[in-house]
């Protein structure tokens, strides 16, 4: 059973960057799919991004934000910028045996890091 742990989260003005970190543990990282999604208050939990097992392929549904990983750490980021205080979410990261860019594609999501953008 893998677990999946955000940090990173915070308080930052708008126009400014975060970047949030995935730390997962149990079944092997480097074969899985990894990605990242966010609930705002008062909405619906919305898919964010994606990678392949070997970080080489990439899709990200908002242009600011940025997927990457480390094998070799276990770990996954999310680096956003230009920061909106619509961006203001609970950031999640999730894992998938597959390529997908619905929620429904993934099997494990972390506990979320709480960003908040103040303008």
């Known amino acids: 059973q893998v677990q999946l742990v955000e940090s990173g989260g915070g308080v930052v003005q708008a126009g400014g960057s975060l970047r949030l970190t995935c730390a997962a543990s149990?079944?092997?990282?480097?074969?899985?799919?990894m990605g990242w999604s966010r609930q705002a208050p008062g909405k619906e939990r919305e898919f964010l991004a994606i990678?392949?097992?070997?970080?080489d392929w990439t899709y990200s549904a908002e242009g600011r934000f940025t997927i990457s990983r480390d094998n070799a750490k276990n770990t996954m980021y999310l680096e956003m910028t230009s920061l909106k205080p619509e961006d203001t979410a609970i950031y999640y990261c999730?894992?998938?045996?597959?390529?997908?860019?619905?929620?429904?594609?993934?099997?494990?999501w972390g506990q979320g890091t709480q960003v908040t953008v103040s303008s």
């Open positions: 999730g894992q998938s045996a597959h390529a997908t860019l619905t929620l429904a594609g993934f099997t494990s």
């Open positions: 149990g079944r092997s990282f480097h074969n899985y799919f």
């Open positions: 990678l392949n097992p070997s970080g």
